[in-house]
């Protein structure tokens, strides 16, 4: 849209747009944004606010689809395009161009499950966008044909990103082996949880890969944490005021080798207030330690967290057969799986990072 | 400290020590953190709190040195030691057994720079442990004798961390390469500076080792942001409220490769106030988005920030040499460097995470 007047005074730009709307931009705003001021190549600003010296608007001119700013005291003139004013029009602090919000899901999700096709995915980059898009959106995704070997998990990460080493490794193993200790748990029925919550960061995204599945039961269960979190900030306010407000301490000693701590809370929220991150695994949850007059409410926010996370219309379930794999949000999504049977079964997982998702859909957006 | 006396009613369990001091212990609390409830090798607790019945204490006996507890409607019996109840005395939320609060510093610091022996640190756990404490709260520190050959870096991140990869690779490079497009700058100082505020997770540590330097200038420079932060918040409240609290838009756009965006504020705090993170670079800030009428005071906020962070007595500043290495909190410290002239100068730097920083700290805490 074309500009059909300017006017100023010391710290402000007005700017009339043909559609008759005016729009005020700061000069500092201006002056820290002039085009000379990016890198050719890279786009980046070649200074900072401290080197600037506090200026005002000492002129502006239009011309044509051009504003000419002239800022003092540096005599500084500056040129920008009436589509840099029309695309700063609304700066609403929106985050546009930033990941949009995710979808919400509950057991209906359960109707539309898909497993991608891997050698697809691979050569067909509007399939790979759509496949990485749900786990942006929903939080997972489920791949098949993919090798069933030690190892091909890694091909699946490089469909989108870079492993994230941890003190287990690049890879880990989850399987039934028959030892005493743990026989009485190996089996049985998994809770939904989270991984690592005792790590910071948490590992963005986690990928389990089947190798064997040859158990009776062991399918497979997600709920979307950010669902239930968004239930409990409507109908138990008080509850989501105690779960976002007061830290947990997690932990996982292992002997010599690790001793990994965090204290943060079950629902975490940005400075905005939206649900950035749940963490919800009772096996690494220490006990609680705060007051004692927040304790009872805590537990009974606690209790409301626990049952939404396990009721069956929070969840999704299904079976991964050999050469299957999910990946979900770790940081969102709870895993679990039911009790199972004698058989083998055998998983990899992994972690990757969510920056490299969120690169590579923009990636392939800007090539199409 | 032994316990003279035990009451109930159905919620709270009431406990009085040899010192006349009473504490009360909420019974869901105490049912959740049953000794028999949690692995016996692994510490890991087996149920969850949605599996436990809504229950209340039918009643609580004391003999010798343990006191009993029993749980209605369940009807189960648990005993717990006198030594639970002491360590759970003080239930003041303050994360007891977690990281430290960080140690704040200005150019004071600059006196008692010191370079440790990567020799010496690999055989001697005591000095890795001074060394990774430093890091931990100081947010730097500084090694020397690791050869100056490329890939050496990693014998210095064995000593407590594992890689983390980006699109970057493993390892990158910073390097003067008489590339005319990039001239200009290559030289010149670079302001203080956060690596990758346009990632999330923002790397946790990044590590710096020297290969060359045979230029005349070229100095490193480090500040404290949690400092600087902490300044913020007690001499200018309200810029302190607006940078916590408005997100900025980062952006790194490589081509066809990478689009990294995120959109966070420049101080981050957490649940309870904390300043967790602090994004500093002009150079991958795109134009603030916000409202016309935060925007005036936003910019002033956000020069008392810069301002700050370049302050000659905020910051440190040393000569890396061939061999020598920094390691330094990316979400905390500040980086950057004075001109310099000709002559080469090559580091090769890599991310890690801080999570097994910690862990390797307390391992190292616990064999002494």
Redesign the interface.
């Given at each position: 849209m074309g500009i059909v007047a300017v006017g100023h005074d010391r710290?402000w730009l007005e700017v009339r747009f043909e559609d008759g709307t005016t729009?005020?931009?700061?000069g500092?705003?201006l002056r820290?944004?002039i085009t000379t001021g990016r890198?050719?190549?890279?786009?980046?600003?070649?200074?900072?606010?401290?080197?600037l010296p506090?200026m005002t608007i000492a002129g502006a001119s239009l011309h044509a689809d051009t504003v000419t700013v002239t800022f003092a005291p540096e005599g500084l003139d500056a040129t920008f395009d009436a589509a840099w004013f029309c695309l700063?029009r609304s700066?609403?602090?929106?985050?546009?161009?930033?990941?949009p919000r995710p979808t919400l899901w509950g057991d209906e999700q359960q109707g539309s499950l898909e497993f991608a096709d891997h050698p697809t995915l691979v050569c067909d980059p509007a399939r790979l966008h759509d496949w990485l898009t749900g786990i942006r959106d929903l939080g997972f995704g489920l791949l098949e044909n993919l090798p069933a070997t030690p190892g091909s998990i890694l091909e699946a990460v490089d469909l989108f990103g870079?492993?994230?080493?941890?003190?287990y490794g690049r890879i880990f193993e989850v399987r039934d082996e028959p030892e005493p200790?743990?026989l009485a748990?190996t089996r049985l029925e998994i809770?939904?949880h989270t991984d690592n919550p005792y790590?910071?960061?948490v590992p963005?995204l986690q990928i389990l890969h089947c190798l064997v599945n040859e158990s009776d039961g062991g399918d497979s269960r997600l709920a979307d944490g950010f669902a239930v979190a968004e239930r409990i900030r409507s109908d138990h306010p008080e509850a989501f005021q105690l779960l976002?407000?007061?830290?947990v301490?997690f932990?996982y000693?292992d002997g010599?080798?690790?001793?990994?701590?965090?204290?943060?809370?079950l629902i975490?929220?940005?400075?905005?207030g939206q649900v950035t991150c749940v963490r919800y695994n009772?096996?690494?949850?220490q006990?609680?330690?705060?007051?004692?007059d927040?304790?009872?409410g805590y537990?009974r926010a606690?209790?409301i967290?626990?049952?939404l996370?396990?009721d069956p219309g929070a969840r999704i379930e299904f079976r991964l057969e050999a050469g299957q794999l999910m990946a979900f949000d770790n940081q969102r999504v709870l895993h679990g799986r039911t009790a199972y049977t004698a058989g083998a079964r055998h998983l990899q997982g992994c972690y990757v990072?969510?920056?490299?998702l969120?690169?590579r859909i923009?990636?392939l957006e800007?090539?199409r």
């Open positions: 710290d729009q005020r931009y700061l500092t705003w820290d944004n890198h050719r190549d890279a786009g980046q600003r070649t200074f900072d606010i401290n080197s506090e700063h700066t609403s602090g929106t985050g546009r161009g930033v990941t870079y492993v994230r080493e941890t003190n200790a743990n748990f809770g939904m790590r910071d960061p963005g976002t407000t007061h830290p301490w932990r000693l010599g080798s690790a001793d990994l701590q965090a204290y943060k809370p975490q929220l940005d400075s905005r009772s096996r690494s949850a006990a609680f330690d705060m007051p004692a927040v304790m009872a537990y606690y209790r967290l626990g049952d996370l396990h990072d969510k920056d490299s969120h690169s923009r990636v800007a090539a």
